[in-house]
């Protein structure tokens, strides 16, 4: 529940059993929990633990765009960061880290220099994978038309996914005039790339009841007075027990436990800290007062991983539809464009990195059933959602196998050539453009792109449906694949293999909990009682 000890790459028969021949990896959604960083808050200086740590070189090092009014141009400017804070009284003085540091000091919860180490790894698997083995995506990057980056407001999540990218293709994998990429952010009030309760008054709610009846259920237990025993002795005086709801509470103890575990003997607590059978009995009630509401409520499902995963199904079938619905209209360069309104030349999206949290990953996980393995999800773990079609379909023909990356080929790259909007062959113009009969619905800004992904499954026409046969959704949690327990049922998955999800199913059991209007839904029923009448279990 700490840092991830990744597995080595697949084997080639792991690979082959893996990505079988008679179906082509489409699109990929990689949801990658930021790398290690500092604590959120500062605990524990009573047990000798600095409250600031020096693991953050970047602050050395920032660029800024500032712009010049006599050239009236942006330039960069360099500077680095101090941290100041309070002194004895109030005076502002200088954080220091443990052996007195003033430059590199890490802000709270910020993403440390071994954070960025692990995600610029997690990059280097990814390009292993999709890059080297599977020849999925292309050597050498001209443009990243074909990629999709987004991450929370929260700037450990921003900073992860530029590691993670630079990981996948560093600076020597990328043209010389390679076109800055876009990178999707959102306002706090709009996020919902996690689980949004300080912006979604009746999630809040249900988190409290939920958080509720972890503590009535564990506080009075033998496994919290073993916590108490172990730890007692550095909770505040007037109330030294440990619990779910104490000061700090439970999961905040485990953040500062883990936090120090990923990094260096300077930032350690006690030894007592760390016993295993603690560390046991802090996950476990962790997970249940974080996690158990998406096991067992649709509302909480919805509210508070909903419009997410609502998202990610949306991009799958834009990208079945050979729309701009697929991600490409968030991140296209000319939206504008007559091209890009009537869906003519589009590049489509290949791949996805969306920089997230814990609790994005193990929501969307317990939502789908498939949270199998109870653990908190450790630093720069990453849940990859990956699109299939059968090679034998409609949209797959044999000149689609020799393109499958879609963009250059190794040998074209490299002779400077293959600009995915120049050298796509005219089939491939033809297979991503949209039909005339959804020619009326334009790609315009401000308004949502054309297609069916966030359409009900029961109300889509026999036609409408068509379009997501012969597609297959399997999932890849930190490498292991997992599977979704309502896709088990005969018809609803790739025949022999119950792990890869028929589309049309896999849509139909996220549309269950999909928001149809998240911001409405928060303020409605804040009163109403938490827990559902019956049991409402995930991933059916």
């Not at 419009?307 to 729309?323: K, Y």
């Not at 297609?451 to 949690?477: N, Q």
């Amino acid at each position: 529940m700490t840092s991830l000890v990744p597995r080595p790459p697949y084997t080639d028969d792991e690979l082959k059993a893996l990505y079988p021949p008679h179906l082509e990896l489409q699109l990929v959604q990689i949801l990658l929990r930021h790398g290690e960083r500092s604590p959120v808050s500062a605990r524990f200086q009573n047990a000798g633990l600095p409250a600031f740590w020096p693991y953050c070189s970047a602050v050395r090092q920032l660029k800024s765009a500032v712009l010049d009014r006599h050239t009236n141009q942006f330039s960069t400017m360099e500077w680095k960061r101090r941290l100041e804070t309070f002194g004895p009284r109030d005076e502002p003085v200088l954080a220091q880290g443990p052996a007195g540091e003033l430059d590199g000091v890490c802000d709270m919860g910020m993403l440390t220099d071994r954070g960025r180490e692990t995600t610029f790894d997690l990059g280097t698997r990814l390009r292993v994978l999709y890059v080297d083995q599977l020849r999925f995506l292309p050597p050498v990057l001209l443009n990243a038309d074909s990629m999709y980056l987004r991450a929370t407001p929260i700037p450990r999540a921003l900073d992860s996914v530029q590691e993670t990218f630079t990981g996948l293709y560093p600076a020597h994998t990328r043209a010389p005039a390679f076109p800055a990429p876009a990178i999707l952010t959102r306002a706090p009030g709009d996020e919902t790339l996690f689980p949004n309760d300080s912006n979604c008054r009746r999630f809040a709610a249900l988190s409290r009841a939920f958080a509720q009846r972890a503590a009535d259920r564990w506080n009075g237990t033998d496994d919290m007075a073993y916590l108490t025993k172990l730890w007692g002795k550095w909770m505040p005086e007037d109330d030294p027990r440990v619990a779910v709801d104490s000061r700090p509470r439970l999961s905040g103890i485990m953040d500062t436990i883990n936090s120090t575990l990923a990094h260096g003997p300077e930032t350690r607590l006690p030894g007592e800290f760390y016993d295993p059978k603690g560390r046991k009995v802090i996950e476990k009630i962790a997970v249940e007062e974080w996690f158990a509401g998406y096991r067992e409520s649709q509302e909480y499902r919805a509210l508070g991983i909903g419009g997410l995963l609502g998202d990610v199904v949306s991009r799958m079938v834009g990208s079945a539809e050979r729309s701009t619905a697929d991600g490409e209209y968030e991140v296209a360069r000319k939206l504008e464009s007559g091209t890009m309104r009537e869906g003519k030349g589009a590049t489509p999206i290949r791949f996805g990195l969306s920089g997230c949290h814990d609790t994005t990953l193990a929501a969307v996980l317990s939502s789908l059933g498939a949270f199998e393995s109870g653990k908190w999800p450790p630093y720069t773990s990453h849940i990859a959602i990956e699109m299939f079609r059968k090679a034998d379909s409609k949209a797959a023909g044999s000149q689609q196998q020799s393109t499958v990356t879609i963009l250059p080929t190794e040998s074209s790259s490299t002779s400077g050539s293959g600009s995915a909007s120049t050298t796509k062959p005219s089939w491939f113009s033809s297979l991503f453009s949209r039909s005339s009969s959804s020619s009326s619905a334009r790609a315009e800004p401000g308004s949502p792109p054309p297609g069916i992904g966030r359409k009900r499954s029961e109300e889509l026409s026999a036609e409408e449906r068509a379009k997501l046969g012969e597609y297959y959704v399997r999932i890849r949690y930190n490498d292991a694949v997992v599977a979704v327990p309502g896709c088990k049922a005969p018809g609803k998955h790739l025949e022999g293999d119950e792990s890869f999800c028929t589309l049309d199913a896999f849509k139909a059991i996220v549309d269950k909990f999909v928001p149809q209007n998240w911001k409405q839904q928060c303020r409605a029923n804040v009163g109403a009682p938490a827990f559902p009448a019956k049991p409402e279990p995930a991933g059916y």
